[in-house]
């Protein structure tokens, strides 16, 4: 059994426990700063009718980056999105087009197609794998029903 108490104090006893649990009293918390500046305006685009793309941010591991967005619903129904990767456009910084290597919509991952039932006011988490790249010049998503969103300027 391990123990955590984030007040101060200088011992706890337990009739369950024998010993005695010392923690320093001294604790200092530091706040951390976000790594997104809080003047950047967040880029929101309405892909269907009361659907929004929301862009989070992008991350680059070893040869790969990573775009990860938000789908928001703001309508009463849910709202099905149907994606395959071929219909997904993403150009770099060079303005060249970057290959997908996988997206992932909600709990559904995949290198070609994925589908997600997006519940109303509950952001659904949207990541797409590319080669590396500095930043996007262009995301252009498009849906089985030919919907069509662009986000630009992504860093």
């Known amino acids: 059994w391990s123990v955590i108490f984030w007040r101060k104090f200088t011992s706890y006893s337990s009739p369950f426990f024998t010993g ?3 923690a320093p009293s001294n604790i200092v918390l530091v706040p951390v700063k976000s790594a997104k500046p ?3 305006k967040a880029i929101r685009v309405e892909w269907l009718d009361g659907v929004f793309v929301e862009f989070d941010k992008l991350a680059t591991l070893g040869d790969k980056s990573r ?3 938000k789908i928001v619903n703001t309508n009463a129904d849910d709202c099905e ?3 395959y990767s071929g219909n997904l456009t993403v150009i770099n910084e060079k303005g060249e087009e970057s290959p997908i290597v996988s997206v992932k919509l909600g709990s559904k991952f995949n290198d070609r197609r994925v589908t997600a039932l997006i519940v109303p ?3 659904t988490e949207m990541v797409i794998e590319v080669s590396k790249l500095q930043s996007v010049a ?3 998503l498009k849906d089985f029903k030919n919907n069509i969103v662009k986000l630009r300027g992504l860093k």
């Open 20 to 22: 005695r649990i010392s």
């Open 38 to 40: 809080e003047n950047q």
């Open 67 to 69: 775009i990860h967005l």
């Open 81 to 83: 999105v149907d994606l």
């Open 121 to 123: 006011d509950l952001p």
């Open 138 to 140: 262009l995301l252009q």
